[in-house]
């Protein structure tokens, strides 16, 4: 008996152009999303309470994975790669906005000056962690005049003088470079370790308001 030869018929699907290009904004959405969620996280500057470290008007990247990633819609965070350490630049949701569900939670980026069980002090603008002179190269002055304890009938007073306070479990200790014009710690309280959404690794474009042309020289520029 003869046999008879296969054939195999192919049939093509002829995709019209909009839907190929609807298919693809799709696809880049979705990476889009899974990259800011997990990997990394772009923040623009809006104050000047990193000065000099960070200017108003840099652009960054936050890497987010770092500390661990986060269930989506828990607060459970499964495989960092290491704690948040002393030095570390972070960004973080303000923990005052959780005492406002109504409003839109702001984010802020501080240095991590205390770890969980460490002892702050500031005393005569001096920061003391454990006892130690706790100095950094990258914090600044910019104001000569000391605000006194009970001079001020407000947070204020703790600006350059705040008594010793002890870091609790699972919280953070974090204050401005730009020591004066800071709103942190010292007046708000801790940070506590679910609020951390990453850190801060590098700047990849900056913007002078004022000059109104790209600062060159801070693109590209590692944040230590």
């Given at each position: 008996?003869?046999?008879?030869?296969?054939?195999?018929e192919e049939?093509?699907q002829?995709?019209?152009?909009?839907?190929?290009?609807?298919?693809?904004?799709?696809?880049?959405a979705i990476?889009?999303?899974?990259?800011?969620?997990?990997v990394?996280?772009?923040?623009?500057i809006?104050?000047?309470?990193?000065?000099?470290?960070?200017?108003?008007?840099?652009?960054l990247?936050?890497?987010?994975?770092?500390?661990?990633?986060?269930?989506?819609?828990?607060?459970?965070?499964v495989?960092?790669?290491?704690?948040?350490?002393?030095?570390?630049?972070?960004?973080?949701e303000?923990?005052?906005?959780?005492?406002?569900?109504?409003?839109?939670?702001?984010?802020?980026?501080?240095?991590?000056v205390?770890?969980?069980?460490?002892?702050?002090e500031?005393?005569?603008k001096r920061?003391y962690?454990?006892g130690?002179?706790y100095?950094?190269?990258q914090?600044?002055?910019?104001?000569?005049?000391?605000?006194?304890p009970?001079?001020?009938?407000?947070?204020?007073?703790r600006?350059?003088?705040m008594?010793?306070?002890?870091?609790?479990?699972?919280?953070?200790?974090?204050m401005?470079?730009n020591?004066d014009?800071?709103y942190d710690?010292?007046f708000?309280g801790?940070?506590d370790?679910?609020?951390?959404?990453?850190?801060?690794?590098?700047?990849?474009?900056?913007?002078d308001?004022?000059e109104?042309?790209?600062?060159?020289?801070?693109?590209?520029?590692?944040i230590d």
């Amino acid at each position: 008996m003869t046999k008879l030869p296969e054939f195999k018929e192919e049939i093509k699907q002829n995709k019209t152009w909009y839907r190929e290009y609807g298919e693809a904004l799709l696809v880049a959405a979705i990476l889009a999303l899974i990259i800011r969620t997990f990997v990394v996280q772009a923040f623009k500057i809006p104050s000047g309470s990193m000065e000099d470290t960070l200017l108003i008007g840099d652009h960054l990247l936050v890497c987010k994975f770092i500390y661990g990633t986060e269930i989506p819609f828990t607060d459970k965070v499964v495989l960092p790669l290491t704690d948040p350490q002393r030095g570390d630049v972070i960004v973080f949701e303000f923990p005052g906005d959780l005492e406002k569900p109504w409003l839109e939670r702001r984010d802020f980026i501080k240095r991590i000056v205390g770890t969980p069980g460490d002892t702050v002090e500031v005393r005569n603008k001096r920061v003391y962690v454990n006892g130690e002179v706790y100095d950094l190269p990258q914090e600044v002055h910019k104001e000569s005049s000391l605000i006194l304890p009970g001079t001020r009938v407000s947070p204020e007073d703790r600006r350059d003088f705040m008594p010793k306070l002890v870091v609790p479990p699972g919280q953070y200790f974090v204050m401005g470079d730009n020591r004066d014009r800071s709103y942190d710690s010292r007046f708000w309280g801790f940070v506590d370790r679910d609020l951390i959404k990453g850190k801060a690794f590098i700047k990849y474009w900056s913007w002078d308001g004022e000059e109104h042309w790209p600062r060159f020289n801070r693109i590209g520029r590692l944040i230590d």
